[in-house]
């Protein structure tokens, strides 16, 4: 029998054993299959100590600057949540320990420099822990890329209207917590549309990003300047004391913009016009803020363009009654609330009246008559004037069916039915459905007409009088290039504007004026029609001077349709 070994021996023999393999990185046998993840996976035991760790694992956390070792605590791991992670510390630790008590998944990321890692972790039936690790930095700089492209317009490099949005709700913040004042400055360009009509939108993109840099350079560096549409800008100004400098930095603008532009060759002029609110005067919300710097860029526009204008509160009530005239005139004509009036028109050599001018009347439940100076303007800038205008040109041959034969009836057109493609086709149907000889029907344009795409409004004319209808040009004498147009296209009649009849009694020129444009009518063969008229010398002095025909309120005033027969009367008959 072998006796027991003593300890002397003992130490001698375990020194010559062999360690046993420790448990942890590399040396379990799972290990292998856990390296060719490409994951970092972490294993926390419940009492906290790390019990393997795969090699993509170390790796992203060496190159967080944190060190874990198999068979030790996991602290360090928690270190590295409180230096830098997302979202805050505070909230962080609140996150993991609730996670923690209630054994539920938690998500959180580790930052050091520009390496950014996702971790997770997950619980285990048994009460230990799986951390999965995953580098992210790429995805998040893509991210912050794609973040960033989002909030800049991409023609011009500015700040688009989310990132003003941001950097104005900081504004507000600033006013609400230090009282630090801010103003925004809506721009709109004027006369920038011709531009890309014109020249093509590579000349507008190019005076876009000319304009982007005129404003950059007038601001100062705690400012913003955005664009938020095809040609607005807005300019937020921090840290204002006083309206003073923003109206300075107003009057800046208006006269930078203002300046000529070398656009790839090309001599270009357009302007600005500025609308301004004041925080926290005019708000203290951007929506407010905006709404109030439209408001008033709205009414810098009607003040002539090329200025600015600060808002008031009573451009809100102005803007509140205009928006319900606009939803009014957008019902009435499907209720029937526009009614004809007519102008006879007299012809001087034989006394006679041989027409009527068709003038619209808006008949409103409320308001009572609304002019035509304050719907037809209105009814043009929101798309309504084609509608109405066709529907006056059908009412008018109706009417002008109860007539004797020889009257006819002349109807107004709008620049914007000549260029909606439908006048003529509305003309034949308005003809065909009364019954109305086209000789009996006349067209008036203004040069407004004729000032834009001239070969085809000329052929629209030429197309109507193909059909029979006659063509007189409205307010002759008033636009730049009368002359030139009565040699393009041979016009019935001339109307010469009222306003030289005006001023026959105050002017010595008018008579001139007068004289030289019947004259012309009748070497061309055109009839002359005198408006205006209002007094029994007016008449005379316009007979003298040659003109065929008049129209006024010493003939009559406008009436309506039910009203004419009675006016009939007290003319000689043909």
Same mark, same amino acid.
């Given at each position: ?22 448990? %942890?990185?590399?040396? &379990? ?60 510390? %505070? ?29 997770? +972790?997950?619980?285990?039936?048994? %009460? ?17 890329? $794609? ?5 800049? &317009? ?33 721009? &709109? ?15 507008? !993109? ?8 005129? +404003? ?55 302007? $600005? ?13 951007? !929506? ?5 710097? !439209? ?179 409205? &307010? ?26 005006? !001023? ?15 004259? +012309? ?54």
């Amino acid at each position: 029998m072998r006796a027991d070994p003593q300890p002397a021996d003992l130490s001698r023999r375990e020194a010559a054993r062999p360690p046993l393999p420790e448990r %942890g990185v590399g040396r &379990d046998p799972l290990l292998p299959f856990l390296d060719a993840v490409r994951q970092g996976l972490l294993m926390i035991a419940p009492t906290g100590t790390v019990i393997a760790a795969n090699a993509p694992a170390r790796q992203l956390l060496a190159g967080l600057n944190v060190t874990l070792r198999v068979q030790a605590s996991a602290i360090p791991l928690l270190r590295a949540l409180r230096a830098g992670t997302a979202p805050p510390r %505070g909230a962080l630790l609140r996150s993991l320990r609730r996670a923690l008590a209630r054994r539920q998944p938690v998500v959180f990321e580790l930052r050091h420099r520009d390496h950014t890692v996702q971790v997770e +972790l997950h619980p285990l039936a048994t %009460g230990g822990w799986v951390v999965s690790l995953e580098d992210v930095s790429t995805r998040k700089a893509t991210e912050a890329r $794609a973040d960033a492209m989002a909030r800049r &317009d991409p023609l011009t490099g500015l700040p688009n209207r989310l990132l003003l949005r941001e950097r104005l709700a900081e504004a507000l913040a600033r006013l609400a917590r230090t009282g630090e004042c801010c103003a925004l400055l809506l721009i &709109d360009l004027d006369r920038f549309k011709p531009v890309n009509d014109t020249l093509g939108h590579p000349i507008g !993109d190019a005076l876009l990003e000319t304009v982007a840099d005129r +404003l950059r350079s007038t601001v100062r560096p705690t400012d913003t300047v955005a664009r938020i549409g095809g040609d607005e800008f807005v300019i937020l100004q921090a840290g204002i004391r006083d309206a003073a400098g923003t109206q300075a930095l107003a009057r800046r603008v208006v006269d930078l913009i203002g300046r000529t532009y070398m656009v790839e060759g090309h001599l270009l002029t357009i302007g $600005a016009s500025v609308g301004v609110a004041l925080a926290p005067e005019d708000g203290t919300d951007a !929506d407010r803020l905006l709404k109030n710097a !439209d408001l008033a860029l709205y009414r810098a526009k009607l003040d002539g363009r090329g200025t600015y204008r600060f808002f008031e509160p009573e451009m809100d009530a102005r803007m509140q009654a205009r928006r319900k005239l606009e939803l009014d005139l957008r019902q009435a004509l499907a209720r029937r609330e526009f009614q004809l009036h007519f102008q006879p028109q007299l012809q001087l050599a034989s006394g006679t009246l041989i027409g009527c001018e068709a003038l619209i009347r808006w008949r409103h439940p409320e308001r009572g008559l609304v002019s035509p100076l304050d719907f037809i303007p209105l009814a043009e800038e929101i798309g309504l004037i084609v509608p109405i205008g066709e529907w006056v040109v059908r009412q008018a041959c109706r009417d002008a069916m109860t007539w004797p034969e020889h009257m006819s009836v002349a109807v107004n057109v709008s620049p914007a039915q000549f260029k909606s493609d439908r006048l003529v086709e509305t003309i034949i149907s308005a003809l065909a459905g009364s019954g109305l000889p086209a000789r009996r029907l006349e067209v008036e344009i203004t040069e407004g007409v004729l000032l834009q795409e001239n070969d085809r409004t000329l052929q629209t004319l030429h197309r109507l009088r193909e059909l029979g209808v006659r063509v007189s040009m409205d &307010d002759f004498g008033t636009g730049y290039s009368s002359l030139s147009y009565l040699r393009s296209f041979p016009f019935d009649k001339i109307k010469i504007d009222r306003s030289f009849v005006k !001023d026959l009694t105050s002017k010595p020129d008018g008579e001139a004026i007068i004289r030289a444009i019947a004259g +012309l009518g009748k070497s061309l063969g055109m009839t002359t029609v005198a408006e205006g008229v209002e007094t029994a010398e007016q008449m005379q002095r316009i007979r003298l001077e040659g003109c065929t025909d008049v129209q006024g309120y010493l003939i009559s005033k406008p009436v309506p349709a039910e009203d004419l027969r009675q006016v009939f009367a007290g003319f000689p008959q043909t």
